[in-house]
């Protein structure tokens, strides 16, 4: 029982010291992050992007390594893409999967601020009915993408680079 108490007390203590204040970031620091939310910030508010998919995970958790030029969500001047495909699997859309597009709207962007980086938020509609697309992403590009499936209660969640539609090598299959 004591070698119990003294475990807890321990973890305790470690986990309050852990967990304490961070330290300010360095003028160089804040200069780095500032112009990352400026990017993203800019990129979100082109409605320009795409995000090039290297993980891919199930609304119960499971992970799947993907390959990011054909599973994607992209965004091109108010029309939406997502696509998810797998290797050696014949899909709906030619190569694995399935691809739905359609038109964006709701689209919002929440600015970053000195430590915040954006998000950006929209609803999607298509012939298989509506979803609703929450991607976040950190100031090293990664970016994650969760997509909530209207009326079917799916979900889903795309993980990888954030990267201006121009630089994007993707490749999309015939859409539903």
């Not at 993980?55 to 969500?73: A, C, D, E, H, L």
């Not at 939406?80 to 691809?99: E, K, P, S």
């Not at 709207?105 to 012939?127: A, E, L």
């Amino acid at each position: 029982m004591k070698r119990i108490l003294v475990f807890i007390i321990t973890i305790s203590t470690l986990s309050l010291v852990s967990c304490g204040p961070s330290k300010p970031l360095t003028p160089e620091e804040q200069a780095v992050l500032d112009k990352q939310i400026k990017l993203y910030t800019e990129i979100f508010e082109q409605k320009s992007f795409v995000l090039e998919a290297t993980t891919v995970y199930s609304k119960k958790g499971r992970t799947f390594q993907m390959n990011p030029s054909i599973n994607f969500v992209k965004l091109d001047n108010g029309e939406g893409v997502l696509q998810l495909a797998f290797h050696q699997i014949i899909g709906w859309n030619g190569i694995g999967g399935i691809t739905l597009d359609g038109k964006v709207r709701n689209y919002k962007v929440d600015k970053g601020d000195g430590t915040k980086m954006p998000s950006v938020q929209f609803d999607m509609n298509g012939t298989l009915g509506w979803a609703t697309v929450r991607i976040n992403v950190n100031s090293s590009g990664l970016a994650r993408a969760t997509v909530d499936a209207g009326m079917s209660g799916g979900r889903i969640t795309f993980s990888g680079p954030l990267v201006p539609l121009s630089e994007s090598n993707v490749f999309q299959g015939q859409s539903i």
